[in-house]
């Protein structure tokens, strides 16, 4: 009993101990693969972050390789066979071209390149002999497009060139240019001596017997450029010394004839200013038209041409308020013509309209009847009996001014009439100014209405109104700061009303309307 009880103490502990080995074995083997976990999973954030790193240079070693190599490989099959160049891009060069474009450090591809470079060379010297020229000259372009070294290129150019001439006749050319130079003939027509130098300089740049008759042609041409500035003639010296600068803008005469065509135009813009002083704009724009139509951007001309373009808008001016209008509009086209301002032109235009308006509602009345008659009377001694109170435009409805209207709406070619709305003006132009001056923007504004009623053509009721729209827009900024949007409003229509053109008045627009969004 002992003995078995024994044997199974043994095999128990047996058990026991192989449990434990077991156990231990396992929790080994557990943790040895913990750690190869975190080991791969190590080692594979390391190779995603590499393939991030490394994608471009990986695909370029996938990809480009193998397309470089056979990009180089076409170049150097189209070369041995000749294509150096093709329209459709399968030319030895445009290969190699594009192998460089993927690898710029790829010597094979400029070594390509060099090797299409020389055989160009080549085909130029084999098409010049065979007597091609187009060929030779295009195989010529092609090597110094690749940059072939200019001692060969410039040696095949030579070539070619003596290769032209002889064909061209150059000697015949060269001698009917010379006959053309003992005639006279310089410049007229192409069969002239300085066309035909120029034909046979394109192709002997070096030719010393063209190069000096091209000379004593030029001399000739600039001498006559003097002779024409002397005389007055601004237009022909110009266009004989451009054309001189066009053959040799270096030649020695060409700052003496610069010279002396200056002094023409300074001699011309003087007379213009004479005529312009007396009144004579006819005149004046007869002496500075030849100027402007040959050297419009010298200072001493444009200064003048914008003096006789302010006096021709003042002489529209004057012209409609003797109601001259086909005159005005003339005067003030032509002070178009002379680049006045496009602002004082538009102005002036519609003042002239304004005052053609004007003049038309008062032709269209009828001559005032018996009863209408008494009627002015009554007005005009209303109008006298204002005056002498002092109460030239204001108040309404029984000033001086409200008395004129009407009256003129009787009998506006009534001498009394006319000599009252005289004696008006001065009071109208003073009542704005002091309006003005207070900030009284309503009243400046009916006295500005009287003012351009009496005189619709005057240059100074554009500055007025402008003047008048940038208070409206002053006093309506400090009012649309303190928040009063309403008045800002108004501001803003009273402007474009008096002065829609203003250039402050979009931005004063945009903040008044911001300001009204804000508050709603």
Known sequence: MDRNSRRAGEQGHDALQRVRREGRWWWVQARHTRRIWRWALLAAGVLFLALILLRRPLADWFWDEPQIEQ???????????????????????????????????????????ARTGAAALRSGEAALASGALEEAAEALALARQLQVPQQDSEALARQLRERRAAGAGLDALLAQARQALAAGRLDDTPDDALPLLQRVLELRPLDVTALEAREDALSDLLLRARAASEEGDVRQAARLLQRARDYDPGHADVPA??????????????????????????????????????????????????????????????????????????????????????????????????????????QGRLAPSRAGRQQLERLLERLQQAEARGQLIAPPGASAFDALREAQS???????????????????????????????????????????????????????????????????SERLGSGDVGFATRAAEQARQWQPTLAELPAFEARVRQAGDIGR
């Open 71 to 113: 990009l180089i490989e076409q170049g150097d099959r189209a070369l041995a066979a000749g294509q150096l160049s093709s329209a459709d891009g399968r030319g030895a060069r445009d290969y190699f071209q594009a192998a460089l474009a993927l690898d710029g450090d790829r010597s094979e591809a400029r070594d390509g390149l």
């Open 257 to 362: 004839s610069q010279e002396a065509l200056s002094r023409a135009l300074e001699s011309r813009a003087r007379r213009a200013a004479s005529e312009l002083r007396r009144g004579r704009l006819d005149a004046s724009i007869a002496q500075l038209q030849p100027a402007l139509d040959a050297a419009g951007d010298e200072a001493v001309v444009a200064a003048q041409r914008e003096r006789l373009a302010a006096a021709l808008v003042k002489e529209g001016l004057r012209l409609a308020a003797d109601y001259r209008f086909a005159d005005a509009v003339a005067r003030i086209d032509e002070a178009q013509r002379m680049q006045a301002s496009p602002r004082e032109v538009a102005a002036a235009r519609q003042q002239v309209e304004r005052a053609r308006v004007a003049r038309q509602s008062q």
């Open 410 to 476: 009787l009998a506006p070619d009534d001498p009394r009439v006319m000599a009252a709305a005289k004696r008006l003006l001065p009071a109208s132009r003073h009542c704005f100014e002091d309006a003005l001056r207070q900030n009284r923007v309503e009243a400046a504004g009916a006295c500005l209405q009287a003012w351009q009623t009496l005189a619709p053509t005057t240059a100074a009721i554009g500055l007025a109104r402008n003047r008048l729209a940038l208070r409206w827009l002053a006093i309506g």
